[in-house]
């Protein structure tokens, strides 16, 4: 079956960009979305689509996506960002869901 | 504001069946654009997408667990349900119930998450 890659961790300096990846086959033909987990609280969608953000999210995240990779950038990173993120698409050869393994990110 | 609540014991034995319950509040429970979804985290591991369930009851499962995993639907009390039989240790998982909106493929509401373990 399919998968989906992400680095395992990351960080940034507070008010610095970073750029999390997310990449598999699947991508070639959907959108990925992204999911932001903080522990104690429910997961939040904060990306989805072409490069769309839900109400609410603020405008420093953004997302992109090239041939079999997604990607999803935080401008200006602060510390409510800290967090683990994970990518998700729909792999349309077997229509089973796909979640990345999960960035951790560390604002520091 | 679309709410998500789920439901149900927080210790299984092991080989029986583990049943979630979730209840929503707000927003439009039978509409043609959503399914209704359950996903899980295992402990130290990532998301997992166990199935979805459209309001007519129609069904979709992650070819892993299919074998034991059925969803169903109660539109008049706005709920949705996962059983999940034959569990093992490796169920042990924080489970969600999450609304999908249909052809864009993604997750738009969660609820808070329930833990469930399983253990004799």
């Known amino acids: ?108 | 504001q679309v709410q998500l609540q789920e439901s149900g014991p927080g210790l299984v034995e092991p080989s029986e069946t583990l049943s979630l319950t979730c209840t929503v509040s707000g927003g439009s429970f039978s509409s043609i654009i959503y399914y209704w979804a359950w996903i899980r985290q295992s402990p130290g591991k990532g998301l997992e997408w166990i199935g979805s369930v459209f309001y007519s009851g129609t069904a979709s499962y992650n070819p892993s667990l299919r074998s034991r995993v059925t969803m169903s639907i109660d539109t008049s009390k706005k709920q949705f349900s996962l059983h999940l039989s034959s569990v093992t240790a490796a169920d042990t998982a924080i489970y969600y119930c999450v609304r999908e909106v249909e052809l864009m493929y993604y997750f738009d509401f969660w609820g808070q998450g329930t833990r469930v373990a399983v253990s004799s």
């Open chain 1, 1 to 108: 079956s399919s998968e989906l890659t992400q680095d395992p961790a990351v960080s940034v300096a507070l008010g610095q960009t970073v750029r999390l990846t997310c990449q598999g086959d699947s991508l070639r033909n959907n959108y990925a979305s992204w999911y932001q987990l903080r522990p104690g609280q429910a997961p939040l969608l904060v990306m989805y689509g072409e490069n769309n953000r839900p109400s609410g999210i603020p405008d420093r995240f953004s997302g992109s996506a090239s041939g079999n990779t997604a990607s999803l950038t935080i401008t200006g990173a602060q510390a409510e960002d800290d967090a683990d993120y994970y990518c998700h698409s729909r792999d349309s050869r077997d229509n089973q869901y796909l979640f990345g393994t999960g960035t951790q990110v560390t604002v520091l």
